[in-house]
């Protein structure tokens, strides 16, 4: 089965920049993994912020962003605010099945 | 609004059966492909199976086990468990979406334990 990998933990500064990356054992992440980005606040459920790569949901914040870049797929936070100190997960999608890498706890200091 | 309630976890012995229900409402529910996801106490996120049309599909860690089904006349979103493991310990989340439609929603979840 396919392993995602993605950076145990980062910290960014308030009103910093902080790119996570996501990436996968069998090679570069493409678009056809359908890349997906979540965040998941301690004692809450997990809330959807980029599908598709790059793709946002209405309540998904301005700063955040995604793209591919270096074999990866990334989400980018700029400006960091307090209330995004969370842990994120991305999933990739490989025909017929879904994996998520094994988060990362973003900590905003 | 989107509501997903799951409910039907609890305490279980291993080799046992759970069946947990997901009810949905404030969307058009035969429409979208719905998904299980489960977090184990402390750990990552792990799919465990997603509905989409007619097809189903299952991570390799709970095929041959869990059977997923929906009864699109209720809106609601099933998962059969059978031959429960102590691994299988987590909060089960109902996701909208899956292949062809966007994940968005979540469930808040349904605990299930393991446990002898």
């Known amino acids: 089965q396919a392993v995602v990998t993605q950076e145990p933990s980062l910290t960014v500064s308030p009103g910093g920049t902080v790119t996570l990356t996501c990436g996968s054992n069998?090679?570069?992440?493409?678009?056809?993994?359908?890349p997906y980005w979540f965040q998941q606040k301690p004692g809450q459920a997990p809330r959807t912020l980029i599908y598709d790569t790059s793709n946002k949901h209405s309540w998904t914040p301005a700063r955040f962003s995604g793209s591919l870049l270096g074999g990866k797929a990334t989400l980018t936070l700029s400006g960091a605010q307090p209330e995004d100190e969370a842990e994120y997960y991305c999933?990739?999608?490989?025909?017929?099945?879904?994996?998520f890498g094994g988060g990362t706890k973003l900590t905003v200091l | 609004d989107v509501q997903l309630l799951e409910s039907g976890g609890g305490l279980v012995q291993p080799g046992g059966s759970l069946r947990l229900s997901c009810a949905a409402s404030g969307f058009t529910f035969s429409s979208y492909a719905m998904t299980w996801v489960r977090q184990a106490p402390g750990k990552g996120l792990e799919w465990v199976s997603t509905i989409s049309g007619g097809s189903t599909y299952y991570a390799d860690s709970v095929k041959g086990r869990f059977t997923i089904s929906r009864d699109n006349s209720k809106n609601t979103l099933y998962l059969q468990m059978n031959s429960l493991r102590a691994e299988d310990t987590a909060v089960y989340h109902c996701?909208?979406?899956?292949?062809?439609?966007?994940?968005?929603?979540w469930g808040q979840g349904t605990l299930v334990t393991v446990s002898s």
């Open positions: 996701v909208k979406g899956g292949w062809g439609t966007p994940f968005d929603y």
């Open positions: 999933l990739l999608s490989y025909n017929g099945v879904c994996v």
């Open positions: 069998t090679g570069a992440v493409t678009s056809g993994h359908y």
